[in-house]
């Protein structure tokens, strides 16, 4: 099988809740792979990063 490049999706925290972050795709990136993630907050140590990155790699 062909090897498939990781694929980045720049990520721009949207909204806060009890237990989680959610990040959405920079809304200027229309190709983005992942519209929306949420991250569980004890998994951030604490900070709340504005931009994150999510590296999507394809195993086969």
Do not use: C, H, W
């Not at 990781?6 to 925290?13: A, E, N, S």
């Not at 929306?36 to 394809?58: C, D, H, M």
């Amino acid at each position: 099988m062909p090897e498939t490049q990781p694929i980045k999706i720049k990520m721009l925290m949207a909204k806060e809740t009890r237990n989680t972050v959610r990040y959405n795709a920079d809304p200027g990136d229309d190709s983005a792979a992942i519209d929306s993630i949420y991250l569980k907050k004890f998994a951030l140590n604490g900070v709340r990063p504005e931009t994150i990155e999510v590296i999507v790699q394809i195993i086969q």
